[in-house]
């Protein structure tokens, strides 16, 4: 193929162009899984279509346990190359493989725990994966159609009128910080309406499995009327657990809190609605005080 050959995904009923994530020239941004206790390893991602965006966006791939073992043992490699005096990998990466080595237990039962991939954008799981083959050279319906219109996607190329203007794949100055971008371990992006919420309801049942005599701790319920997100995750949390028997040995939250979340995410789902719909009505009415910390909050997390 050609260089100057420019890839198009194109409904076929309504005309309207699909855009194709890629990474942006001179990005040299690392995704990564950010882990509880703050170290980060790395995300892998490629292309799938999301029903919720409708279009074709990033979503996680998980890699095999091979695979990830393959990887750790490069980064080991990395680092005895840097260990030996050669330093052109840059300390920003030496140290960026020397957390993931640390970590690689976490970072395999991560994998372990997850089957569900999500679309990093808007972090819900109704999204199919599609191969590379059909979003980057396949000519033709590509199997997917255009949610709004019903249309097919099809794809073609196109000659560009420009010259391609080739960048180095490589970061030029190895000393400059590495670039995160940091998602949960459930693939929600930070500060992200989900990434708040999982934040949440972990706390809560980190909280009350590891001090069950202290359930009832005073929320400040005198202080404000209206929706208050994290007390009413909170609530909610608490009522799901109660229905969840806890062993001693299961006390261990770390290891089960991926379990714990699939036994009540699609109810949270439900939780979400409302706390949605009952927010929008408060935030409806004229008497909205903005500027405390639960506005703040609420307009981070619902836009
Ligand atoms: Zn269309
Ligand atoms: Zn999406």
């Known amino acids: 193929m050609s260089d100057n050959l420019i890839r198009r995904l194109q409904c076929q009923k309504c005309q309207k162009e699909m855009d194709i994530p890629y990474r942006a020239r001179g990005d ?14 790395p995300l892998y991602k490629h292309h799938g279509y ?8 990033w979503m996680e791939e998980f890699p095999t346990k091979s695979k990830i073992v393959g990887e750790i043992d490069s980064f080991r490699r990395q680092i005895e190359i840097f260990k030996s005096g050669d330093i052109s990998c840059g300390k920003p990466a030496y140290d960026f493989y020397r957390v993931i080595i640390h970590n690689r237990h976490e970072w395999l039962s991560l ?26 050279t396949f000519v ?34 190895r000393e400059a910080p590495i670039k995160f971008n940091e998602y949960s371990v ?36 005198t202080k404000s009327k209206w929706p208050d997100f994290e007390n009413w995750m909170r609530a909610f949390v608490r009522a ?39 927010a929008r009505q408060y935030f409806d009415q004229p008497r909205l005080k903005s500027g405390s910390d639960t506005t703040s909050l609420w307009k981070k997390l619902f836009g």
């Open 28 to 41: 040299f941004s690392e995704d990564v899984y950010l882990l509880r206790n703050g170290a980060r390893v």
């Open 50 to 57: 999301c029903k919720t965006c409708n279009k074709i966006n």
């Open 111 to 136: 994998h372990l725990s997850r089957n569900r991939p999500v679309c990093l954008s808007c972090g819900n799981d109704d999204v199919e994966p599609i191969s590379q083959e059909l979003v980057q």
């Open 140 to 173: 033709g319906d590509i199997g997917i159609s255009h949610g709004v219109c019903g249309g097919r996607l099809i794809g073609s190329f196109y000659k560009s009128p420009y010259p391609n203007i080739l960048l180095s794949p490589d970061r030029l100055d």
């Open 186 to 221: 459930r693939g929600h992006i930070k500060d992200s309406f989900y990434y708040n919420l999982y934040e949440v309801m972990e706390s809560e049942i980190i909280a009350i499995v590891s001090n069950p005599g202290h359930e009832k701790e005073e929320q400040n319920e």
């Open 240 to 278: 799901e657990l109660e229905y969840i028997p806890l062993t001693e040995n299961e006390k261990k939250v770390y290891k089960l809190f991926p379990d714990l979340m699939t036994m009540i995410e699609s109810r949270a789902r439900e939780e979400i609605a409302k706390f949605r719909q009952q």
